[in-house]
């Protein structure tokens, strides 16, 4: 059974790109842990969210050879455009032009878990974790 979260990336710029990740959403022993752990600055968040939607977040976003969907190595995440040939929109994220925009959403939407990051630290529905 999966565990789902949104993972957020507050821009510079203002705008806010956010990616769903399937399993695994927890703050303690799961995707939050990955977060403060593995992608702690701008550019390696942003580098995930090019990857687009997340099956699976591990600590590295690398493709060794021989890992794939049916045969994931550990620590290397699994992407849905990547490794399982899915995209549920064309660039692989969502782009939102504002804070405010990005909240909208979240709030209509049914992840367990929603972690942001604001430029300096990681937060979980609003709260720094």
């Known amino acids: 059974m999966s565990t789902p979260s949104s993972i957020a990336l507050h821009k510079s710029d203002g705008t806010v790109k956010q990616v769903y990740c399937n399993y695994d ?3 303690k022993n799961g995707v939050g842990e990955m977060l403060k752990k593995y992608y702690k600055t701008e550019e390696k968040i942003e580098d995930l ?3 687009g939607n997340i099956s699976g977040l591990g600590k590295s976003i690398e493709c060794p050879e021989g890992h794939s969907f049916h045969n994931r190595l550990p620590g290397y995440s699994v992407f849905y455009i990547r490794d399982r040939s ?3 929109q064309s660039e692989g994220y969502n782009k939102f032009e ?3 925009d990005y909240k ?3 709030a209509q939407d049914l992840q367990d878990f929603n972690y942001y990051f604001d430029g300096e630290v990681w937060r979980n ?3 720094k974790f």
């Open 25 to 27: 959403g927890y703050i």
């Open 49 to 51: 969210m090019n990857m």
């Open 86 to 88: 899915e995209s549920f």
């Open 98 to 100: 504002s804070e405010q």
């Open 104 to 106: 909208d959403f979240i």
């Open 125 to 127: 529905d609003g709260k």
